[in-house]
């Protein structure tokens, strides 16, 4: 019973590992005959595995999704993730998420091995999440967005809109865009004919799900890129345009997905688009890079800059000597 128990489980996993094995393969990789395979994978399907089969020259099987959820196998690396994760949504923004994402957690650390769990611990008590703030999406709306542009079919929905109006939209939906603050759908608006990004939590779908479209280049070939680029230009005070004195790979190494968009201009400069609510809190931002640079607009944070400066300089005890030569990208509005 022992060897059958282990013959199962590496059964299990291999077929895990790739989409389909042939059973001559399966039987040479476990030792065994391919009548051995073939009651191994009865007894899989008897524990609640649904393991499809083909017959003929190309035939063999794989691990496919059923009715019940068995137990899985995890490498001691997924394991970890899979624990991150649940950690994460357990705190995350998703709506009615929290409590079965502890439920998950628990249930995996119970069975986790004594050596991954100090590495589980090790990421739970030194890591924090700045994320957040924004408003939180019911899991059902996530799920029935997804599962509709997974599948290609066309969604309909009821949409407010910031001013309190709902419409009724009905789009071919592309990709969900979660930023850190809020997540967003990418869709193509049949009606208006041009892409369209919808905040996720304003989305009311109406079922039943609509036909099936062939699915179309996101603009610019990056849908992540795309929503970032018209989030930052609708929900901001400040647009900002900054030009730093430095390469962009060096900039895009202390900045983050959604602070803006990074634009190389040459070896040395680059330039950050980007927007805010407050522009105190954007100098702040400005000064953690630790790299010369000029603001080319908006001009408000020229004047909050100059107030800045003047304020700093009169902190101190004494006048700083001037350098006798300045930093490239130096002047008026430079940092």
Request: proline share 7%; with cysteine; glycine share 8%.
């Amino acid at each position: 019973m022992l060897e059958t128990s282990v013959r199962l489980l590496r059964l299990l996993s291999l077929l895990q590992q790739r989409r389909g094995w042939s059973g001559a393969d399966l039987a040479a990789r476990l030792a065994v005959t391919t009548r051995t395979v073939r009651n191994d994978v009865d007894r899989l399907r008897q524990l609640g595995y649904q393991v499809d089969s083909t017959t003929g020259p190309a035939g063999g099987y794989r691990l496919g999704a059923g009715t019940a959820l068995p137990p899985l196998l995890l490498d001691d690396d997924e394991a970890v993730a899979v624990a991150v994760g649940l950690r994460a949504a357990a705190a995350g923004s998703v709506t009615g998420i929290e409590d079965v994402s502890l439920r998950a957690l628990t249930k995996l650390e119970r069975t986790l091995p004594a050596r991954l769990r100090p590495r589980v611990d090790a990421l739970r008590t030194t890591t924090v999440s700045a994320a957040g703030g924004g408003p939180t999406v019911d899991a059902d709306t996530l799920t029935t967005v997804a599962a509709a542009a997974h599948r290609h079919e066309r969604l309909r929905f009821e949409y407010a809109g910031h001013d309190g109006s709902t419409s009724v939209r009905d789009v071919e939906p592309h990709t969900l865009v979660y930023t850190g603050r809020r997540w967003y759908l990418l869709a193509w608006d049949t009606d208006r004919r041009d892409w369209r990004t919808f905040r996720a939590d304003r989305v009311r779908p109406l079922p039943p799900a609509g036909p099936r479209f062939v699915p179309r280049e996101p603009p610019g070939g990056d849908a992540a890129a795309h929503v970032l680029r018209g989030v930052r230009s609708r929900v901001w005070a400040y647009q900002a345009r900054i030009r730093f004195h430095a390469p962009a790979a060096v900039v895009a190494e202390r900045s983050t997905p959604t602070s803006g968009e990074i634009i190389p201009i040459d070896d040395a400069t680059c330039e950050l688009v980007t927007g805010t609510d407050s522009l105190h809190d954007l100098a702040t931002y400005l000064s953690k890079f630790d790299v010369p640079f000029t603001v080319l607009a908006p001009p408000e944070l020229h004047d909050l800059l100059h107030t800045l400066a003047t304020r700093y300089l009169a902190a101190l005890p004494h006048p700083p000597r001037r350098s006798r030569t300045s930093r490239p990208g130096e002047g008026a509005h430079s940092a």
